[in-house]
Nanobody
């Protein structure tokens, strides 16, 4: 059974940094399309970045380029999202998503294309 568990969120001040983690289990992590999304209250879930675990190919939403960085540790089956220079508008619940065995992927933003989701980790940025 696929299980994704996010951690690393918290309350930070503007300009701070966080590294979010997504621990994955229950499938072959080496072959998976992974994504990071976020959702603020009253807003739709939006894509931030993604990574294909086999080739380390990464992609970012245009509005997220520069301050967000996605990476992985295959030994730990863990996906990371580093966020720098945090702003109040970054406040949201952050989710990781996985499509195990989905083949090569790139710029996958449709939430329905990811069958597995974590419970999310809250990020709150104060000014």
């Amino acid at each position: 059974q696929v299980h994704l568990e996010e951690s690393g969120g918290g309350s930070v001040q503007t300009g701070g940094s966080l590294r979010l983690s997504c621990a994955a289990s229950g499938y072959d992590y080496e072959f998976a399309c992974m994504g990071w999304f976020r959702q603020a209250p009253g807003k739709e879930r939006e894509g931030i970045a993604g990574l294909y675990t086999r080739t380390l190919t990464t992609w970012y939403a245009d509005s997220m380029k520069g301050r967000f960085s996605v990476s992985q540790d295959t030994a730990k089956n863990t996906l990371y999202l580093e966020i720098n220079d945090l702003k109040p508008e970054d406040s949201a619940k952050y989710y990781c998503a996985a499509d195990p065995g989905g083949g090569t992927c790139y710029h996958r933003w449709i939430t329905a294309d990811y069958p597995n989701w974590g419970q999310g980790t809250q990020v709150t940025v104060s000014s």
